[in-house]
């Protein structure tokens, strides 16, 4: 009997790894220059948002019953839709459906993507169960046991003070822009200048992250926010080109937002298994988001009783004591409980030694438990 000749087929496994791998490094290249096609009509076409959206949307302003008009549900909603519309169009003109060769390179890429995902679906394993049994306490009292985690609980705070002044900042935004500055047509740009940069730097701030304590690069995030955000009171009423300058500061200060919290909570749930020898994912988690849409919704309220409280009025123009207030709870209050919120990061309790040791004593618990 002949045996198979093992160096050949290895050879040709290899070559066809070698072959694939070729293919999704193409791919990766096309979508790359696929996205900067998008982005740059995307940002030739920002000076007409709301032409864009005026010439779109006409069609059902006239078939909307006499005396009614589209209605806003949510505060930058105004904003927010003409932005989306025109990146929408972006994409679709960055498309080229007048050159037929294009149609016939997409359903190529749409097999290679197809293929791309089924062949990493297919050769991903799974991890062996863990060892470690889920929480057997009933729920109120794994909520209870789950608050007396001192990183938790510390993470709670700084989110609860970050995420509130963020809403609030961007729930008042549209008003510092109409009124203070007198920008409505330019408040899209703003806000893109802003929730684009947070976009850009994400990877960055993980690199920061990963070089230092997450805490540090947290609360360093923070008060490059806070200074763009006090910045802000500062400029003059009427147009000027300083708010982009604070929009791109506040976004790159604004990334560690959606980076940090959320590499910091399987810490903290490490910890907590550590100390409880069981894991609360579920509770956790649970409560997170129960965090994050209480301070979303407490930080639109606030908005609204501090315009009500300093006597805004809207579509008039506003009294020197309206604008006050939304000066003084766009900026100051914000960047305020920003600051306050630092040396919760500054000090806090889990550095990347410790979380070393912690990983390396639930290891060596695991190991003891198999054996």
């Given amino acids: 009997m002949s045996t198979p000749d093992t160096p050949s087929e290895d050879g040709e496994l290899k070559d066809g790894e070698q072959s694939f791998l070729s293919h999704l490094i193409e791919l990766r290249q096309r979508l790359v220059r696929a996205a900067l096609s998008v982005l740059i009509v995307f940002l030739a076409l920002t000076p ?32 927010m839709v003409p932005l989306k519309v025109t990146m929408f169009t972006a994409f679709l003109l960055a498309l080229h459906p007048w050159h037929i060769r294009y149609s ?24 062996p169960a863990s060892e470690v049994q889920p929480s057997k306490l009933p729920p109120w009292p794994a909520v209870v046991e789950s608050l007396r985690n001192g990183p938790f609980m510390r993470l709670m705070a700084a989110q609860f003070i970050s995420s509130f002044s963020f809403t609030t900042l961007t729930s008042l935004l549209p008003f510092f822009l109409i009124y203070q500055l007198e920008m409505k047509e330019q408040a899209p740009i703003v806000m893109f200048a802003m929730l684009g940069t947070i976009g850009l730097f994400l990877y960055p701030a993980r690199w920061v992250a990963g070089r ?14 806070s200074l763009a955000v006090i910045g802000t009171f500062f400029l003059p009423q009427g147009p000027t080109p300083l708010v982009y300058v604070a929009a791109i500061i506040a976004g790159l200060g604004f990334s560690v937002q959606w980076v940090c919290p959320w590499s910091m909570m399987p810490d903290v749930i490490e910890h907590d298994e550590l100390r409880t020898g069981e894991r609360r994912e579920g509770v956790y988690y649970g409560l997170w988001n129960f965090l994050t849409k209480f301070t979303s919704a407490l930080g639109i309220a606030t908005s609204g009783w501090a315009l009500k409280l300093f006597g805004y009025v809207p579509n008039v123009a506003q009294t020197p004591h309206a604008l006050l207030g939304i000066r003084i709870f766009f900026s100051l209050a914000p960047a305020i409980a920003l600051l306050i919120s630092l040396p919760i990061l500054i000090w806090y309790p889990i550095t990347r030694q410790s979380h070393a040791e912690l990983r390396e004593k639930l290891a060596q618990g695991a190991g003891a438990s198999q054996a």
């Fill in 48 to 79: 007409f948002m709301k032409q864009i959206f005026d010439l779109l949307s006409r069609p059902l302003m006239v078939a909307l019953p006499e005396g009614t008009k589209l209605l806003a549900t949510g505060v930058i909603t105004p904003f």
């Fill in 104 to 127: 016939t390179e997409g359903r190529g890429y749409g097999m290679t993507m197809f293929f791309a995902v089924l062949a990493t679906a297919l050769s991903v394993r799974e991890r």
């Fill in 212 to 225: 230092i304590n997450k805490g540090p690069a947290y609360a360093l995030g923070l008060f490059i926010a």
